[in-house]
């Protein structure tokens, strides 16, 4: 609970104790805040679906009106529409209205512009207008439509703040402003994000909503493909995702910047941007491309240049001729704002009133029923104004026919209003009409002129009363009216023609994208025994000055380049990936590969290499099982790797071996010397699995595995460095199925039980 004081108002100096009115401190905290909600909501943030502003536009446009700035009129100072504003009908700071009124007049901003500015009013590159005190304006073509039929009682008007005059509630809106020029706003609880499109192609799809008013949005959607940016660019959205961001009035749109490649001469070329996403500062994206350069962060751009003048111009030069410019440009669209994307909430007070996310079709229905509304109210407005001309022109010719006798009266009689009234059977306005006529008119020719106005008067009175009594009249008068203004703003027109184009997403895969955006250089990967691993820069061969940590020692080491993935296989069957660019310095002893992956507890490194996605490799556990799996099938996108092989408690998997495409024989020995040799096509090939029996053993391991080429034989090095070659005739002692158990190892076979003795 809480007290709200009344200040006693007597002066009687008592302290008003019994003036205190005790309340309820949330319901007043709900209450007021609901206040101040709708008010942000219905006055503020959020645009109208029949003319697409916001009070404080439609206020400045309004206000533009009453200081007479039509278009082809002389321009004023924008201070001093700011002032009639803040003034009359918008009490809010001054900056915020003069930001509001640059806007409308910026044509980087707004697909068609509202406010005709002369002078500094900001550019592309995110530079701010100059005072309002330097700058002038006037009214549009386009805003001209807007306020079209104001004078025609077209719109409702309702007191300004302090009830000093009045202001309109919506503007005719001729012209389908909200989809065409956009809008955003951030209101409490709720927002609005609405891309700019082309009057031409809303005004198409509201005459084919028109004549069928059952049509959806997908039927729109041939008409209204999507936004037009005042910025021109490339949507690479896709047709699915557009449809259904226009059918439910929420969705976004991924926008790219336009460019070319431009030849240098001695095959040296540039990429040219010649047109940037939508709401993109210029200054401030060439300083993020820059900052990319620097960080090494774009390996494939040298430098970036500004040679825009009127027109947009970015130079982006290539690391080298050799670089290929898709790939370049790809790395630049994902790191910067080079692709943007642009939200789609077409969240809008419809009719006014009620904040609702309404469809393409639902805001063009809105549209039209606005417009229909406006016709109604300006032709019955009409139509009053000639039934009082009518009333006015039968009084005169009722003097024309007799006007001897109204001259006579008129000089004779004191006042001559009722005579003339009694006489002739005139009301007040028709006498009035009469004696204010002026002596010149009384000429034969002025009475021709008002017999044509009557008729003439009279036809149309008929025509408007017929189009009023006919609702399929109306909409045929509004369908006129919304062709004229496509004629107005065709494809043929400078403003017209439309700005943004569609193509297909990209073709490059995401690791080729990756991959271009880090820098090639040779590493030497290092990984210790207890699992530790860096990268030092360049390729090395000596490794006996390497420090690492106490107890620990080199496991192995071999190289690289920052653009490789490495894979990493772990006693426990999974397959981690790293990548090289992300590995820790040289400089230390790195880190534990455990904190980069999710490894199992009490799991092992076992092998860590470069990945090859063309090469298979065959997995063996200490089960002796094993199948033969493809390096892109072990590549993890995420810390917890894959489970390559499934492998029961108390076993581990022990070894894996590449294994080239033309071998087509495996000869494996077990640490008890049994040697085998069976057909490569006896493995499996899986992407995962327990496996299959490689040899079959009562205790005891799989030693060492080596494919080979049956045509070619097997060989291996003994302990002297000696090579010895065996075709599979020498050994058909030992050929077998996989699973069988082997035979002893001929006579000169390593004692290390390895194929090639030198293997470490």
């Known amino acids: 609970m809480g007290n709200r004081v009344i ?43 029949r003319d697409g ?23 004023k100072k924008c201070a001093r529409v700011v002032g009639d504003v803040i003034g009359k009908y918008h009490p809010h700071g001054d900056q915020a209205v003069y930001e509001a009124m640059v806007r409308l007049a910026q044509d ?7 406010v005709d500015g002369q002078g500094n009013f900001g550019n592309i590159d995110g530079d701010n207008a100059a005072a309002m005190r330097y700058t002038e304006a006037r009214l549009t073509d386009v805003a001209s439509l807007l306020l079209e039929g104001l004078d025609d009682d077209a719109v409702d008007f309702r007191p300004n703040y302090d ?63 999507g936004p037009d940016f005042p910025t021109g660019g490339i949507i690479v959205e896709s047709q699915t995702s557009i449809r259904e961001a226009y059918e439910t009035g929420r969705g976004g749109f991924r926008v790219r910047a336009r460019w070319h490649k431009e030849d240098q001469g001695r095959g040296g070329w540039v990429a040219v941007v010649t047109e940037i996403p939508y709401q993109v500062q210029k200054g401030r994206l060439i300083e ?23 027109d947009v111009r970015l130079v982006l030069v290539p690391k080298s001729r050799t670089v ?91 006042e001559p209003k009722p005579v003339l009234m009694a006489r002739f059977s005139l009301n007040e306005v028709q006498a009035t009409a009469i004696l204010d006529m002026r002596l010149r008119n009384l000429r034969k020719l002025e009475e021709f002129e008002i017999r044509k106005e009557f008729d003439e008067l009279t036809a149309e009175k008929a025509r408007i009363e017929a189009l009023l009594a006919s609702e399929t009249a ?78 620990d020692s080199l496991h192995l080491a071999f190289k690289a380049e920052t653009t490789d993935k490495l894979l990493v296989f772990t006693s426990a069957g999974k397959a981690f990936t790293l990548e090289a660019s992300k590995l820790p310095g040289g400089r230390g002893a790195g880190e534990p590969i455990r904190i980069m992956c999710d490894m199992e507890e009490g799991s092992e490194v076992l092998e860590v290499l470069v990945h090859r996605p063309d090469v298979k490799r065959l997995v063996l556990t200490s089960e002796s099982k094993g199948f033969i799996v493809a390096e892109t099938d072990c590549v993890a996108s995420t810390r917890k790797g894959k489970q390559i092989v499934n492998i029961p408690d108390k076993h581990k998997l022990l070894m894996t071996v590449v294994m080239p495409e033309a071998a087509d024989h495996i000869a494996v020995i077990g640490n008890n010397r049994k040697l085998l040799l069976f057909p490569r096509a006896q493995v499996p090939e899986m992407g995962r699995g327990a496996g299959v029996r490689i040899q079959r053993h009562k205790e005891g391991v799989i030693f060492d595995v080596k494919p080979f080429v049956g045509a070619d034989g097997i060989s291996w090095i003994d302990t002297s460095g000696r090579v010895f070659q065996r075709s599979l005739d020498d050994m058909r002692d030992y050929v077998g199925d996989r699973g069988d158990a082997g035979r002893l190892a001929p006579m000169g076979f390593p004692r290390s039980n390895r194929f090639d003795n030198g293997k470490a």
Request: aromatic share 6%; proline share 6%.
């Open 324 to 414: 290929d410019p898709e790939l370049m440009m790809e790395s630049l669209f994902k790191l910067s704002e080079l692709e943007s994307r642009i939200s789609l909430n077409m969240n809008v007070l419809s009719r006014g009133l009620v904040p609702n996310v309404l469809s393409l079709r639902d805001v063009l229905k809105e549209w039209l029923e606005h417009r229909k509304d406006v016709l109604v109210r300006r032709s019955r407005h009409r139509l009053g104004v000639i039934e009082k001309r009518l009333e006015i022109l039968g009084g005169l010719l009722v003097a024309y026919l007799n006007i001897d006798e109204v001259i006579h009266i008129i000089r004779t009689e004191d």
């Open 108 to 114: 980087f901003s707004q697909r068609y512009p509202l």
């Open 163 to 225: 009830g000093s005059d009045d202001e309109p509630v919506v503007l005719p809106g001729a012209f389908p402003n909200l989809l065409a020029n956009g809008s955003n706003g951030i209101a409490v609880g709720m927002a609005t994000s609405i891309p700019p499109h082309n009057a031409y192609e809303l005004c198409q799809a509201a005459i084919h909503l028109i004549d069928n008013p059952e049509a959806v949005a997908k039927d729109l959607l041939a008409f209204v493909p």
């Open 7 to 49: 200040p006693p108002g007597s002066g009687d100096g008592s302290d008003g104790d019994d003036q205190i009115e005790p309340i309820n401190l949330r319901e007043a905290l709900e209450e007021r805040y609901l206040a101040y909600a709708l008010s942000t909501i219905m006055h503020r943030a959020l645009p109208d679906v």
């Open 288 to 310: 993020k491309i820059a900052e990319l350069i620097t960080d090494k962060k774009l390996p494939l751009v040298d430098d970036v240049r500004d040679e825009s003048t009127e």
């Open 53 to 75: 502003l916001k009070p404080v536009h439609r206020r400045l446009l309004y206000a533009m009106r009453m200081l007479r700035l039509d278009p082809g009129q002389a321009f």
């Open 474 to 551: 109306q909409w045929k008068v509004i369908k006129f009216e919304v062709k004229d203004v496509a004629r107005k703003f065709g494809p043929e027109t400078k403003i017209g023609k439309r700005r943004t184009t569609f193509a297909d997403a990209p073709t490059h895969t995401l690791d080729a994208v990756k991959e271009a955006m880090i820098e090639r250089e040779p590493i030497t990967v290092v990984v210790s025994e207890k699992g530790w691993i860096r990268a030092l820069k360049g390729h090395l061969d000596d490794f006996s000055k390497l420090d690492f940590k106490q107890g």
